[in-house]
C-alpha cells in the first residue's frame, strides 16, 4: 500500500469540484503514459477579469491522480489565469502534503492539464515536450528518459558522472545496474562500451562540469560553501583541526583538511557530513572531495 | 465488523494448526539438524517428516527429490540457472509472456548473456498454442519453464501435456506451479515434468520458505553450493520451522482439496455472477473454462485499479489490482496486455482470490460494496456520462499523452 498523506485521501476520498463546470470556457484534455492515466479539466474563467471563477475535473486514474486533480482545482480557483500558470508541480505536491516518488508525475499531469485548458481558452494549440520513461532513481524521483537524455547530450560515461549531472543514484545506489544499463546502451549507440570504474562505491569522483550551473550564481554559490564551512569549522577546530575552500568545479567541492584532521581516520566521515550540509544548503547534488583527489589538470592551472 | 480477506494469490494465513506445529522447534527442539547432541535429534525426524508430506501433495515418487529452498523465486532461478548450466551448448530457453517476474526477470537477464528466449504468445482468454510451442522445440533449447496457473488471472496451462511435448524433443521441463499447489491436485511420478517450483505462504505455510522438486535423475547443479544441506543440492542450514510448518500445510492443503474445488469454487462463482450482475461494463478476464477455483480477475471498465482498492479498503474488503499505479510501474500488467485488453479495462481490473477461510457472507457482502464504488469512480472518469459510457468513449475524450 502506498504510503498516502492524510490530505492525498481527504482529497481522494472526498474530492472536491469533481465532474465537469456546466458553462465551462476551456477545457484541458491531457493524459500520462507512464501510466495510463488521464484527466479533463473544464475551467469557467470570466473574460473581463480572466479570474477563474469554477473549475471541475474528471479523471481516470489511481487514489493520487484524483487527488492531485482535486488539489489543482481548490489551488486555481479564483486565481487569474496568469498567476494559475504559476502554480508549479511541486506546488500541487505541497499542497497534499508530499507525494510518493512514483506517483509525482500525477502532480505533473495536473499542472499539464491546466497549461492545455488555459490554451485552449486562449485559442492556441498547446503540445508538450516532455516525455517520461520508468523511474530509475527512487530517492531523487529521476525517470529514464531524463537519464538518458543526460547521457547523451553530455556525453557522459560512468555511473558517477550521471549522479553528478542529475542527482540519480546519489542516495541509496541500489538503481546503479539500471544506470549502468542506460549508459551501456547509448554508448552503444555510438559505437562505445561503457567500461565500468572499479567496484563502484571506492572510486574517487571525476570531475564533472555541468554547463548550466555555471553560468550564473557562481559566486553566490560559492559563498553559500564558504558560509556551510564556517559553521562546521567550529567543530572541526574543538578538535584541534580545519577545513579551507580549494575548488570548486561544476559538482565537485575540493577541502583541505588540516591540523587534527588531516590524516585522521574520521575524515571520510567528516567530509560525508559536510557534504550533506552542503547539498541541504545549496539544494542540488554536490560532491565534498580532499584536495588530494583533485585531478591534476584542475591542481595545475 | 470484520475485514475480509480475497488477495490469497498475494499470500494466505498461516493456519493455526501449522503454527502449533511450529512452535516446539523455536525455542525447546532448536538444535542444529546436523548437530549429535539432544536439542536437535528431534529436528532431522520432524524435516523428514515434512518432506514426506510435500511428497504426498504432489505425487513425487521419491522423498529425495524434494529439495527445500527459501522461496518459489529461489525454486524458479535454481530450476532454471540450473538447467543452462549442466547443459552450456543449449542457448534457447522457451517460456511465455504471461510468466511471473521470478522467471521472465531472469530470464530477460539471460537475454543480456546471449540466450536467445522465446516468449508463447497468449490469446485474448489468455490461452496458449501448443502449435507455436511445439515448433520451437528443438536441441538447442536448455529449458521450457511454463507457469502451472496464472496468478492474475487463474488461467490453467497444460503443463503436463506439454512436459510430454518437450520430452520427446529430449528437452528439459520446469514448471512455476505456486498458484496450483494444494488447489489442483498434482501426480508428478506419472509426467515428465522434471522441476516444479512451489512456495509456502501461497497454501496457509509461512513466507520464507520454498520447494523445488527435482525429478531423478535429472542433471542438476546448484545454486548455493556449501554444505551438505538437502543432499548438497541446496546449501545453508535448513529453515526448520518453516518447513515443518510447510510440511503440516501441504497434508491440510491434501484434506482440503475437495473443499478448495466445490465449496471454495462456488463462493468464486457466486462473487463474479453477483458483481457482473450489478456491475454493467465489466467482465472476466483470462478462461473462465480452465481457471483456478478461488480465482476471479473481473476488469471495470472506465476506472482505475488502484482507486477501487483504495475504496475496498475503506470498507474493509482487501484485494489486488493488475493496475500500472498499484505497482508504481509504467504498463498495467504485463498479464492483461498480453490478452489484448483495452487500456481502459486493463487499468480497472481487480483480482479476487478466495481460500477456505472465506464464508459466503463475506462473499455476500463484496457483492453489495462493488457496485456503489464503481459507480462513485465512473462519475468522476472522463469516459463517462450519467449512466453509461460517453458515446465513442475512446473519441470523445482523447487526451493529449505526454
Known amino acids: 500500500m502506498w504510503n498516502y498523506s492524510e490530505k492525498v485521501q481527504e482529497h481522494f476520498f472526498d474530492p472536491k469540484n469533481a465532474g465537469a463546470v456546466d458553462d465551462a470556457n476551456a477545457t484541458g484534455d491531457v493524459g500520462s503514459l507512464s501510466c495510463g492515466d488521464a484527466l479533463r479539466l473544464t475551467l469557467k474563467v470570466n473574460p473581463e477579469s480572466e479570474i477563474i471563477e469554477d473549475a471541475g475535473f474528471q479523471t481516470f486514474g489511481c487514489g493520487s491522480a484524483i487527488a492531485s486533480s482535486s488539489a489543482l482545482t481548490e489551488i486555481i480557483k479564483g486565481k487569474t489565469i496568469d498567476e494559475a500558470l504559476e502554480v508549479s508541480n511541486q506546488d500541487i505536491a505541497d499542497y497534499l502534503d508530499g507525494l510518493p516518488p512514483e506517483k509525482m508525475h500525477c502532480s505533473v499531469m495536473g499542472r499539464e492539464a491546466l497549461q492545455a485548458a488555459v490554451a485552449d481558452y486562449r485559442g492556441e494549440e498547446w503540445s508538450d515536450d516532455h516525455e517520461e520513461g520508468a523511474l530509475i532513481c527512487k530517492c531523487f524521483a529521476i525517470d529514464e528518459v531524463m537519464v538518458e537524455e543526460t547521457v547523451r547530450s553530455n556525453n557522459l560515461h560512468t555511473v558517477e558522472e550521471v549522479t553528478n549531472f542529475t542527482k540519480a543514484g546519489g542516495g541509496c545506489s541500489s538503481c546503479h545496474e539500471a544506470i549502468e544499463g542506460v549508459l551501456t546502451r547509448v554508448l552503444a549507440e555510438k559505437g562505445e562500451s561503457f567500461v565500468a570504474a572499479g567496484i563502484g562505491g571506492a572510486v574517487p569522483a571525476v570531475a564533472a562540469t555541468p554547463k548550466e550551473s555555471m553560468a550564473t550564481g557562481a559566486l553566490k554559490r560559492i559563498r553559500l560553501i564558504e558560509k556551510v564551512l564556517d559553521e562546521v569549522r567550529p567543530a572541526l577546530q574543538a578538535d584541534n583541526g580545519d577545513v579551507e575552500l580549494v575548488e570548486v568545479t561544476g559538482k565537485a567541492i575540493y577541502v583541505h583538511l588540516t591540523g587534527a584532521c588531516s590524516g585522521c581516520q574520521m575524515a571520510a566521515m567528516t567530509l560525508g557530513g559536510i557534504q550533506q550540509r552542503l547539498i541541504e544548503e545549496l539544494g542540488e547534488f554536490v560532491k565534498v572531495l580532499p584536495d588530494t583527489e583533485m585531478p591534476v589538470e584542475i591542481a595545475g592551472a | ?402
Open chain 2, 1 to 402: 465488523m470484520k475485514d475480509i480477506y480475497m488477495d490469497n494469490n498475494a499470500t494466505t494465513m498461516v493456519d493455526s494448526v501449522v503454527v502449533e506445529e511450529m512452535l516446539p522447534y523455536f525455542s525447546e527442539q532448536f538444535g542444529n539438524p546436523s548437530s549429535m547432541h539432544s536439542f536437535g535429534n528431534k529436528v532431522g525426524f520432524a524435516l523428514k517428516a515434512a518432506r514426506k508430506q510435500v511428497q504426498r501433495l504432489i505425487g513425487a515418487e521419491f522423498e529425495s527429490e524434494i529439495v527445500f529452498t527459501s522461496c518459489g523465486s529461489e525454486s524458479d532461478s535454481t530450476a532454471i540457472l540450473s538447467a543452462i548450466k549442466a547443459q552450456p551448448d543449449r542457448k534457447e530457453i522457451i517460456t511465455t509472456v504471461v510468466e511471473h517476474p521470478a522467471v521472465l526477470t531472469l530470464c530477460e537477464f539471460l537475454e543480456t548473456e546471449g540466450y536467445t528466449v522465446h516468449k508463447l504468445k497468449v490469446d485474448t482468454k489468455g490461452r496458449l498454442d501448443l502449435d507455436e510451442y511445439r515448433s520451437l522445440l528443438s536441441d538447442k533449447v536448455a529449458v521450457v519453464s511454463v507457469m502451472w496457473a496464472n496468478n492474475e488471472s487463474g488461467t490453467i496451462f497444460p503443463v503436463e501435456k506439454m512436459a510430454d511435448m518437450a520430452n520427446e524433443h529430449g528437452v528439459m521441463f520446469h514448471t512455476d506451479a505456486v498458484q496450483a499447489v494444494g488447489k489442483l491436485p498434482i501426480d508428478l511420478e506419472n509426467s515428465n515434468i522434471h522441476m516444479l517450483s512451489l512456495s509456502g505462504h501461497k497454501l496457509h505455510a509461512p513466507k520464507g520458505v520454498g520447494v523445488l522438486y527435482l525429478k531423478r535423475g535429472t542433471r542438476f547443479r546448484p545454486l548455493l553450493r556449501g554444505g551438505h544441506q538437502e543432499r548438497g543440492r541446496r546449501a545453508g542450514t535448513e529453515n526448520v520451522t518453516s518447513i515443518i510448518g510447510l510440511g503440516k500445510a501441504c497434508e491440510l492443503a491434501m484434506t482440503h482439496m475437495e473443499f478448495e474445488n466445490v465449496q471454495v469454487k462456488a463462493m468464486r462463482d457466486r462473487l463474479q455472477e453477483g458483481i457482473l450482475s450489478a456491475v454493467p461494463y465489466s467482465f472476466v478476464t483470462g478462461d473462465p473454462e480452465n481457471r483456478l477455483p478461488n480465482t476471479a480477475s473481473i476488469a471495470f471498465e472506465y476506472i482505475e485499479g488502484e482507486a477501487i482498492l483504495l475504496l475496498m479498503n475503506k470498507v474493509g474488503i482487501a484485494a489486488s489490482s493488475g493496475s500500472a499505479c498499484t505497482s508504481g510501474s509504467l504498463e498495467p500488467s504485463h498479464v492483461m496486455m498480453a490478452m489484448s485488453i483495452p487500456y481502459t479495462a486493463a487499468h480497472g481490473t481487480v483480482r479476487f482470490s478466495l481460500s477456505r477461510y472465506n464464508t459466503m457472507e463475506e462473499v455476500e457482502r463484496v457483492v453489495a460494496e462493488i457496485p456503489p464504488i464503481v459507480a462513485k469512480l465512473r462519475k468522476l472518469s472522463p469516459y463517462w456520462k450519467e449512466d453509461g459510457p460517453a458515446e465513442n468513449p475512446e473519441q470523445s475524450f482523447a487526451p493529449v499523452y505526454t
